[in-house]
């Protein structure tokens, strides 16, 4: 079948930092101070197990950047010139999960059940009429009688232990290889020495991770194609498929906030440090301002005339993912806009303090140029701070996507989302029997995003900043 | 003292007046009220007439920044910046977009947004302090260790599960307060318990974490030695001579959102059912009612700009070598 790649926005935004993620560690690699600091960061099983967990995330949020649109079959009037593609937008990751996407049911169903959650009035086959709780259109439906599901489950779930030691022994010989002959001696007794937690880097608790996960991941695949496994929505959707969607929204959100905001925050916080006079009254006037304005009024009101704009200008968006998308990086605009304050405050400080060092005067008395002082001796050593802050502000940006789509300003109605997802599981609470696995589902998923974040962020500040032994 | 506080307030202008064009600008130069008007009229009723009418009706339908058909100040004042804009330096905020007058409305829901704010906020601030003093207390050990880990996972948690989870499990499950709602006088208490307690839950982790990294600067400082030398008890240490050297960097954060307060809480106001600022807020957002959003940003920017003025005010009260001139 043909494709037609969409890339939208936010989608090239991904590609983008993925690419300053590999030149910052390229960069890093290179500089011994910061190559230092990151082994610092990497002898803790903490952080290895938090970034581990972190990658597994973006994988899936990878997965599901890679936007593409269907070739539809040609009508009988079309000419084969002219190839016509579905409007709907679709992602690598979509097309992973094709049976959670598609099976949907009427409404909500449980976590592996094989009835509706409701009752309804069904014709029987004999012509009456029976108030039951219909079978499930795809969840067990496999089945022929609820006594038959643990048996089911079992010989599903069989491989799942040994296709996870697999993943994890793979992992493990690839880690073992390239030590083995860095070092000398054979792999065998590299991968014993990761395994017994003797390596510089704390690879035990990534690979540990690497395995949960990898069961989980198993589980799924072996499990979801049949059974609801997190339940189903009020429309049927699959609580899984929206849960694994809106893991992209909170790390778009999460990260390219800051990567909007950080080309200015670095700009001016270091001009306003370095240069002082009036650029320094002019760039602290402008922060005051914007810090002085409560942030959830400004984005409210910032959000707010963002939708009037799209919602006024319909012609710029070919499809309603591509506006959403527009509407989501929007957001990450806005969020960046109020953010920005305190970084480029931080910055400014330091710089402050790192002009007046003998280096940066010795380069000056070098007759160096301004560009060039900032570049190569101020820039370098604010990075920490930078690095310290985009960490930091990952996890309260995930959180907050939550919050201001449950206010309406968040991200558009219909991209999946966990703050989308919490607003509607809200009202679910108060139903008799309580509907929970949506408002779980996306409790666990966002904890564990979210655990990861922070407790990797403290990791990082206590390996990059200097202050902290 | 005085001077100081008088020109810290005119320092305070041209702040405000920063924050009062840009809100201008974002108001209505990314979207003309042209936009506006059709979007609140809905694009099935928006012609011609019925824009300019929704105009009139509502004082949009002047110039900007100038008024050419004006005389001599007119030309300036009779805008719509002068008149949307700069009047709010005077707590003139005008008629919201369906007509009510938001002075008045804001005034009547200060009352129960600070019935809410300012207890979780006092209950917060002590809770977060004794028990992040007690976990420097027990500084370097187990229960430190899990202490901030519980901290993490308390501050992972978005603040939107504690407010579904408390009402859940306190008014469904044990059914012990209504769910939501709000009355005067004593029936307050019935209403306002679970708010205040969920968000004194879910502030805790955050706060502590916080100030147990405060008090930890403070606690290889000398007089804390001496203190000890003196042979005071590790309590007496932490709760009389810690805490009170550490007011400084706590006031830092805390004093300036005492101001804001009485804005009260989107969140909690929405699920509570609480008529306070923080949902005439959200129910301005949800009906991008802009008059009201535009009143409520600079009302928060004054109370931000008042509640810095008050944290140097409070430096001097509790550190008499900070002084004022």
């Known amino acids: ?149 643990l048996p089911d489950l079992a010989r599903r779930l069989l491989w799942t232990p040994l296709a996870a030691l697999l993943v994890t022994a793979a992992a493990l010989l690839a880690l073992a290889a390239p030590a083995a002959r860095i070092r000398g001696g054979g792999v065998l007794d590299a991968a014993r020495s990761i395994l017994a937690g003797r390596s510089t880097l704390a690879w035990r608790a990534a690979l540990l991770v690497t395995f949960l996960a990898a069961l989980c991941i198993a589980a799924g695949v072996a499990l979801a194609p049949f059974y609801h496994v997190l339940g189903t929505d009020k429309v049927g959707q699959d609580v899984l498929y929206l849960s694994l969607k809106s893991i992209r929204t909170g790390l778009v959100i999460g990260t390219l906030t800051t990567l909007i905001m950080l080309p200015f925050a670095i700009a001016l916080g270091i001009a306003a440090g370095y240069l002082g006079g009036w650029v320094d009254d002019a760039i602290q006037y402008a922060y005051t301002v914007l810090n002085s304005i409560p942030s959830v009024l400004l984005i409210a009101a910032s959000v707010l ?61 070098f007759g160096a140029s ?54 509607m599981a809200r009202a679910e609470l108060a139903r008799e029997p309580v509907v929970w696995w949506s408002l779980a589902s996306a409790f666990v998923f966002m904890l564990v995003l979210v655990l990861a974040a922070n407790l990797l962020a403290d990791a990082v500040r206590d390996a990059f900043d200097p202050r902290r032994g | 003292m005085l001077a100081y506080v008088v020109r810290r307030l005119l320092y305070a202008i041209p702040i405000l007046l920063g924050v009062n064009l840009f809100t201008f600008v974002l108001f209505f130069g990314v979207n003309s009220p042209d936009d506006i008007a059709r979007m609140q009229l809905g694009s099935k009723y928006a012609n011609a007439e019925a824009i300019t009418r ?79 003093l007690l976990l420097v207390f027990f500084r370097a050990t187990a229960l430190d260790f899990w202490g901030v ?83 005071l008890s590790e309590l007496a240490v932490l709760f009389r001579h810690v805490l009170k050297n550490a007011l400084i960097p706590i006031l830092t954060g805390v004093v300036v959102v005492i101001p804001s307060l009485f804005l009260g809480s989107l969140l909690m106001e929405s699920f509570f059912a609480i008529p306070g600022l923080g949902s005439y807020t959200i129910d301005a957002i949800r009906g991008q009612d802009f008059a009201v959003v535009r009143s409520m940003v600079f009302i928060g920017s004054v109370m931000y700009i008042v509640g810095l003025v008050l944290t140097d005010i409070s430096y001097t009260v509790v550190d008499p070598r900070v002084r004022l001139g």
């Open chain 2, 149 to 231: 880990v519980i901290c993490v996972a308390l501050m992972s948690i978005s603040s939107m599960f504690y407010i579904i989870g408390g009402q859940w499990l306190v008014s469904k499950m044990l059914m012990l307060v209504p769910i939501s709602g709000y009355a005067g006088g004593l029936d307050m208490a019935r209403f306002l318990g679970l708010p205040v307690l969920i968000g004194v839950v879910a502030g805790l982790g955050s706060g502590t974490r916080w100030y147990r990294t405060i008090f930890l600067e403070e606690i290889s400082r000398d007089y804390v030695r001496t203190a000890r030398a003196k042979g």
């Open chain 1, 370 to 423: 301004t560009a060039a002082i900032l570049r190569r001796h101020i820039l370098p050593n604010v990075m920490h701070i930078v690095l310290i802050t985009v960490v930091l502000d990952f996890s309260s940006l995930v959180l907050a996507e939550a919050v201001l789509s449950y206010v309406g300003i968040g991200v558009d109605p219909t991209t999946i989302s966990f703050g989308t997802m919490i607003n």
């Open chain 1, 1 to 149: 079948m043909n494709i037609l790649p969409v890339p939208l926005l936010t989608d090239c935004l991904i590609f983008l930092l993925a690419l300053a993620a590999v030149a910052l560690a390229v960069q890093a690699a290179r500089h011994t101070p910061s190559r230092e600091a990151w082994r610092r960061l990497g002898q803790r099983p903490v952080a290895m197990a938090c970034a581990t967990i972190l990658l597994v995330f973006a994988a899936i949020g990878f997965l599901d950047s890679l936007h593409y649109r269907e070739q539809l079959p040609p009508g009988p009037g079309d000419q084969a010139a002219k190839a016509v593609y579905s409007s709907e937008v679709l992602s690598v990751l979509d097309a992973l999960l094709t049976p959670l996407r598609v099976q949907t049911e009427k409404t909500y169903s449980a976590p592996f059940a094989r009835v509706l959650f409701q009752r309804e009035m069904l014709e029987l086959p004999d012509g009456g009429q029976a108030w039951v709780y219909p079978r499930l259109a795809h969840g067990a439906s496999h089945l022929p009688d609820g006594a038959a599901m």
């Open chain 2, 54 to 132: 929704w105009k009139a009706e509502r004082g949009y339908d002047k110039p900007m920044f100038y008024n050419a058909e004006r005389k001599d100040a007119a030309r300036l004042t009779d805008t719509l910046f002068v008149d949307k804009s700069l009047r709010m330096f005077t707590f003139e905020f005008g008629r919201a977009d369906d007509g009510h007058d938001i002075a008045r409305e804001i005034r009547l829901r200060m009352g129960p947004s600070l019935a809410v704010a300012l207890p979780t906020f006092l209950l917060s601030l002590t809770a977060a302090i004794v028990l992040s």
């Open chain 1, 305 to 365: 005339m963002m939708q009037v704009m799209i919602d006024s200008n319909p012609q710029w968006f070919d499809t309603a993912a591509q506006r959403s998308d527009a509407r989501l990086l929007a957001l990450c605009a806005i969020l960046g806009i109020t953010s920005w304050t305190s970084l480029c405050r931080l910055l400014r400080g330091e710089t402050l303090k790192l002009r007046e060092l003998d280096y940066v005067q010795a380069a000056r008395a």
